[in-house]
């Protein structure tokens, strides 16, 4: 087998999210990568393309697609968010869970 040194990322992504700057990025990143996957779905679920949904929408289709990609470095706003899917025949629901305290 050739890959039998490798070790697993797990240990790893726990250590370094240790560091409070570090799980800060990586939340961010995180969220971003949530909501393009969000919106994504609500496009492709409505049957529309990124420059059908992005003209419903009012914004471009350069937009969405750097949003269904997660690589704009800006996080997007929340209006928007509710646009795109409002166009896709969607609504957001927003909830708040709260972390299990030890």
Known sequence: ?????????????????????????????????????????????????????????DTTQAVVARLELGTDKRMPSLMLIVRLLKAANAHLELKCIFDKVA
Do not use: C, H, V, W
């Not at 040194?5 to 570090?22: C, E, F, G, Q, S």
């Open 1 to 57: 087998m050739k890959y039998k040194n490798i070790t697993p990322a797990r240990p790893y992504l726990d250590k370094k999210l240790k560091d409070k700057t570090i799980k800060i990025f990586f939340d961010e990143e995180k969220t971003k990568t949530e909501i393009a996957r969000l919106i994504r779905t609500a496009r492709e679920a409505a049957g529309f393309s990124q420059r059908e949904i992005a003209l419903k929408a």
